[in-house]
């Protein structure tokens, strides 16, 4: 079945480092992929999306491209402030059905 | 900027007791979702509810779980009989249509449920 799979955390960064977390999936056909962020004491909010094979998501400074060659869809941002401090989940929906299919989570931890 | 509230934000319970936990979706929303989350582990889809009938479930969501929209504000999960297993962080989405690939979730702050 699908799944998705993340780079285990917590990954812990000076401010205005740079930032990977890895998300690699399975999919059968071609999926929608998601990358979702929790702040603490809140719900999870889409930070980026992307529905096809080479669509870059981008929002906030954050950006994955969706590679179908390596069936990755890694996070990135140039330059994390203090306030990126959050979990951010990776997440695929197979476009046949409504479910959410969701990667462990990533603790980010940016210090100044 | 609307958003999804659960209430209670945490519920400890017995094993065997009835647990309802509540949602609030965005007010112009027609889709509905739980999802949970079990200490350590990922983000699992429970069950979609549109039209005031479910639309797809996950093996979790057995004939302990169940869901209703009583009123037109108000989502429930229900779990019947809870187990220690049920124990984890519970949470509540909406979107305006179907299908994560269409229209984003908004997802509540979630309830903790504790099950001793």
């Known amino acids: 079945g699908d799944s998705v799979t993340q780079m285990e955390g917590p990954v812990t960064l000076s401010e205005e480092a740079f930032l990977t977390i890895n998300c690699t999936y399975t999919?059968?056909?071609?999926?929608?992929l998601f990358w979702y962020v929790q702040y603490p004491g809140e719900g999870l909010q889409l930070l980026l999306k992307?529905?096809?094979?080479?669509d870059k998501g981008s929002n906030k400074g954050f950006e994955a491209t969706y590679r179908k060659e390596t069936t990755s869809f890694h996070l990135e941002k140039g330059s994390v402030q203090v306030s990126d401090s959050a979990v951010y989940f990776c997440?695929?929906?197979?476009?046949?059905?409504?479910?959410?299919?969701f990667g462990k989570g990533t603790s980010l931890l940016v210090t100044p | 900027e609307p958003e999804v509230t659960q209430t209670p934000s945490h519920q400890v319970t017995q094993m065997g007791q009835e647990v309802i936990l509540r949602c609030v979706p965005i007010s112009n929303h027609l889709y509905f979702y739980w999802y949970r989350q079990i200490l350590g582990q990922k983000v699992e889809f429970l069950v979609s509810f549109y039209n005031n009938e479910i639309s797809e479930k996950s093996e979790i969501f057995d004939d302990q779980f169940s869901v209703e929209r009583p009123d037109g504000s108000n989502f429930t999960l229900k779990i019947r009989s809870t187990k220690l297993e049920d124990s984890a962080m519970y949470f509540c989405?909406?979107?305006?249509?179907?299908?994560?690939?269409?229209?984003?979730?908004?997802f509540g702050n979630g309830t903790r449920l504790t099950v001793t």
């Open positions: 997440a695929l929906n197979s476009n046949s059905g409504y479910a959410l299919n």
């Open positions: 999919a059968t056909g071609y999926p929608s």
């Open positions: 989405a909406s979107s305006a249509a179907g299908g994560s690939y269409n229209s984003p979730l908004h």
């Open positions: 992307a529905t096809k094979a080479d």
